[in-house]
């Protein structure tokens, strides 16, 4: 039993094997939790998000270009995207220990890999999140001025709280997975670190001994 949650462990964290259970554990939470928020808010607060904007404009095409310039990309679709990224990361890394079963942090630099590449994924989607938008939250008003509409349009997104709600929850989940995910790396860089270092002393200590 015990190790049949292990295993569900690691498929779910994208490790591999020599990972502490705390590492699979945490990552495999995280990412279950952000799969369940996806799925409850995809028919609920993200339903329609452009039906959600409400512009004093009848023009036509404006609330649309409007929403556009508020919000380049849909925050779900977004996050919906690394998700993307991240379970194909999950299914690589399954593949790979069909391929080689990992005995030895210190002979095998699958985990480590694994690792870099979840880091790499979290990190790019929050830097991206933040260049798309400017900080972490979207604000419930603006204004907007761009074509087709009539000088200056004062727009409001509804239901913004429960989506910069959203924003936030997922935003932590991704943090706290690259936290974990670096901290695993740097413990293995440094295992690797010491690891050639006791070999190197034991050769010249062999050497003394011929």
Same mark, same amino acid.
């Given at each position: ?6 295993? #569900? ?5 994208? @490790? ?5 259970? &705390?590492?699979? @554990? ?13 799925? +409850? ?14 512009? =004093? ?7 649309? /270009?409007? $929403? ?17 990224? *991240? #379970? ?6 399954? @593949? ?9 942090? @210190? ?5 480590? $890999? ?18 798309? &938008? ?15 509409? /009539?000088? #200056? +349009? ?9 989506? =910069?709600?959203?924003? +936030?929850?997922? $935003? ?11 901290? /695993? ?18 050769? *010249?200590?062999?050497?003394? $001994?011929?």
């Amino acid at each position: 039993m015990e190790s049949d949650i292990e295993m #569900i462990f690691t498929l779910l964290s994208g @490790s591999q094997p020599p990972a502490p259970f &705390y590492v699979k @554990s945490s990552l495999a939470l995280l990412f279950v939790v952000r799969l369940i928020i996806m799925i +409850v808010t995809a028919k609920t607060t993200w339903n329609d998000d452009l039906g959600d904007l409400i512009c =004093n404009s009848t023009r036509t095409g404006c609330r649309y /270009e409007c $929403y556009n310039s508020y919000s380049i990309i849909s925050p779900f679709n977004l996050f919906a995207l690394q998700l993307i990224f *991240i #379970i194909s990361l999950l299914i690589a890394v399954a @593949s790979l220990q069909n391929l080689s079963q990992t005995r030895d942090i @210190s002979r095998s630099p699958a985990n480590s $890999y694994c690792m870099l590449a979840r880091m790499i994924i979290e990190g790019a989607f929050l830097v991206l999140w933040l260049a798309i &938008y400017h900080g972490l939250l979207r604000q419930p008003n603006f204004k907007c001025d761009t074509n087709p509409c /009539e000088q #200056i +349009v004062v727009c409001t997104m509804l239901q913004n709280q429960q989506k =910069n709600a959203f924003v +936030v929850v997922m $935003y932590i989940c991704s943090l706290a997975c690259l936290f974990i995910c670096a901290t /695993e790396k740097n413990i293995l860089m440094t295992q690797v670190v010491f690891f050639k270092s006791s070999s190197k002393i034991q050769n *010249i200590r062999n050497s003394q $001994y011929i």
